[in-house]
Each structure stands twice: as structure tokens, then as C-alpha cells.
């Protein structure tokens, strides 16, 4: 089992803070992606990052892959209400013909207006 | 179509029954899996299809969950003899190919009562 820890679990701050969220396994994946799900949605793709080290920025989230490809974390600036919903990490892994997803525990984002 | 469809969106089962998801996946796309959700927890992986074969199983819980894709497009997850811990949204995703990101349905929540 590849496990993937997210931290912190749950998160609620006021609109214009900004926030960190980490997800780290002691499992070494082929790309990592972060994802966005809204209640009764399906998660939404936000990033994909596959080079350990590698830095994205859309607008005014950050998402980095660690060096070791193990661990990533994704930065919000200035959060905005629009932004709650609950994110997940998901690593990649190529295992029976597949590059399957396995995704981390979760970190419920609350942003208060 | 334009993107993943899941039915029903809800289903309610009484023990013992059986029941079939229903998944549309994107035209074209020729990777297609299945994740279970449970309550405020991450996708866990259950099944992973290219076109019609069924390349990874390993995640189906027990053998009362069986999947099919039988022309390589729609896919059918069924459960035989529901029980409360089925109880879950089922998520369905497409990817155009191995390694591609995933865009997923809005799932199916499953009640077993």
C-alpha cells in the first residue's frame, strides 16, 4: 500500500491569509498531482508536476514536488472564499500496465469571508 | 460526450441486494478507472481498464465487486449482495492514455440500508 499523508486535516482561515498544505509517503512516485473536490463533484485536476524539485504556479496557487519525488505541498496567497473544497494529493505509479493514482487522506479547506 | 458520466447519482439498496453503477467515460479515452470514497476520506483504488481488459483488479474489496468494460467504452462496476460498509460514492475517471490526467465523474453515492 502506498500511503500518502496530507496535513493538516482540516483548515479554516479567513479570506486573504495564506496557507500551506503538505502530503508526504515514505513511497517514491512517478508524478504527483493535486486535485480539488467540491461536495457532491468528482475531484477536479489542478497540477500535475513529474520532475522532483519542480515548481508550479497557477495564479495564486504553488505546488511543489519534493527532490526525492516522495513529498509535495500546494500554496495558496491570498485565499478567497471560492478556494474551500477539499484537496487532495494523488501519487502516480506505474504497476500493472497502469499509472495508477493513489490518492492521500485529504485536507478540507474552509475560507471565511 | 463532454465528460464523464456517472448513473445514477444516488442509489439506495437494502441489504442483500444487488446493484450496477453505470460509467461514461469520455470518447476516446482508453483508460477508465474506478475509486470507492467513503465519508470525508480519499479515492482508494478499485479497478483499472485499458480499452476492454481489466489490467488491475487488486483494489476490488471482495470478490461481490466485479467490473466490466466489454467494448472498450461504457463501464459497468456491480456489486452483488450489498452490504452497510458498500455504503460509498463510487467515482469513475477517464484518462486518454496511460499516464494523461484523469478527469472523473460526479460519482454515484451509494446508501445501503
Known amino acids: 500500500t502506498q500511503l500518502l499523508e496530507q496535513s493538516p486535516q482540516f483548515l479554516s482561515i479567513q479570506e486573504g491569509e495564506n496557507l500551506t498544505v503538505y502530503c508526504n509517503s515514505s513511497s517514491v512516485f512517478s508524478s504527483l498531482q493535486w486535485y480539488r473536490q467540491e461536495p457532491g463533484e468528482g475531484p477536479v485536476l489542478l497540477v500535475t508536476v513529474v520532475t522532483g524539485g519542480e515548481v508550479k504556479k497557477l495564479k495564486r496557487l504553488t505546488f511543489q514536488f519534493g527532490d526525492a519525488r516522495k513529498d509535495s505541498s500546494l500554496h495558496i496567497t491570498a485565499a478567497q472564499p471560492g478556494d474551500t473544497g477539499l484537496y487532495l494529493c494523488?501519487?502516480?505509479?506505474?504497476?500493472?500496465?497502469?499509472?495508477?493514482?493513489?490518492f492521500g487522506t485529504g485536507t478540507r479547506l474552509t475560507v471565511i469571508p | 460526450g463532454a465528460g464523464v458520466s456517472q448513473s445514477p447519482r444516488y442509489k439506495v439498496a437494502k441489504r442483500g441486494q444487488d446493484v450496477a453503477l453505470r460509467c461514461d467515460p469520455i470518447?476516446?479515452?482508453?483508460?477508465l478507472f474506478w475509486y470507492q470514497q467513503a465519508l470525508g476520506q480519499g479515492p482508494e483504488f478499485l479497478t483499472y481498464f485499458q480499452n476492454e481488459a481489466q489490467l488491475d483488479k487488486s483494489g476490488l474489496p471482495s470478490d461481490r465487486f466485479f467490473a466490466e468494460r466489454p467494448e472498450g467504452s461504457v463501464s459497468t462496476l456491480k456489486i452483488q449482495r450489498t452490504q452497510q460498509e458498500d455504503s460509498a460514492v463510487y467515482l469513475c475517471?477517464?484518462?486518454?492514455?496511460?499516464?494523461?490526467?484523469?478527469?472523473f465523474g460526479s460519482g454515484t453515492r451509494l446508501t445501503v440500508v
Open positions: 475517471a477517464s484518462s486518454l492514455a496511460p499516464g494523461y490526467g484523469y478527469t
Open positions: 494523488a501519487g502516480g505509479s506505474y504497476q500493472g500496465g497502469a499509472n495508477n493514482l493513489f
Open positions: 470518447s476516446g479515452h482508453v483508460s
